[in-house]
Structure formats: C-alpha cells, structure tokens
Nanobody, 121 residues
Framework: QVQLEESGGGSVKTGGSLRLSCKLTMSTYDRACVGWFRQVPGNKREGVASIYRMAGTRYADSVKGRFTISQDESITTVYLQMDSLKPDDTAMYYC???????????????WGQGIQVTVSS
C-alpha cells in the first residue's frame, strides 16, 4: 500500500518561494519514481518534476531553473523547492508515485490529495 501526504502549499507574491513536501509511506522506496504534477481547473494535468533513483530528475521546461526536486536521505520525503514563482504557477499540486522514470501522469499509479499553490502579482 502506498500513502502520500503533501504539505507546504500556500499563497505568495510573484518572485517568492515555497517548498512542497511529499511524505511517503510504502514498502519499496528505492524503486519508486516520485513526481509532482499540477492542475488548474479546466486544464490538463501537467508534469512538473520527477525524481527516480535509477534515472535522475526530470523537469517541465516551464519550471527549469526555478524549481528543484529532491529527496531526503531516508527517501521517505520528496521536496519541491519552488523559487521565482509566477502567477502562471498557480495550481493544485499533486505528489504521485510510479515505477518507471517518467513525467507523464499515466505512468503514475498512486496520488496524493493535492495542495493549493497561489501566486499573486
């Protein structure tokens, strides 16, 4: 069984920073690819970043250079550091787990409840 719990969302002004956390509970941490996705109502879900011990990290072009995904040493928590935030980053952010290195939502099997990030101008 896989459980994911997101935290760290909120509201910031343009140029600000937030750090999202995804606390994982599962039996096989070292084989998991953990991704962050975001969705605005009416739009498709977008892959933001993913981390996979066997294949490294992936980022959407829209966040490269501004967002950083990382894991703690125990691999039980994945972070998304978001800097230089823009109003276009406003969305519900979801943490997800899959078993191959990917940034496509269809490759992820387990999803968190989501957490809101709002960036105002």
């Amino acid at each position: 069984q896989v459980q994911l719990e997101e935290s760290g969302g909120g509201s910031v002004k343009t140029g600000g920073s937030l750090r999202l956390s995804c606390k994982l509970t599962m039996s096989t941490y070292d084989r998991a690819c953990v991704g962050w996705f975001r969705q605005v109502p009416g739009n498709k879900r977008e892959g933001v970043a993913s981390i996979y011990r066997m294949a490294g990290t992936r980022y959407a072009d829209s966040v490269k250079g501004r967002f950083t995904i990382s894991q703690d040493e125990s691999i039980t928590t994945v972070y998304l550091q978001m800097d230089s935030l823009k109003p276009d980053d406003t969305a519900m952010y979801y943490c997800a787990v899959g078993w191959i290195g990917s940034l496509h939502d269809y490759d992820f099997n387990h999803w968190g409840q989501g957490i809101q990030v709002t960036v105002s101008s």
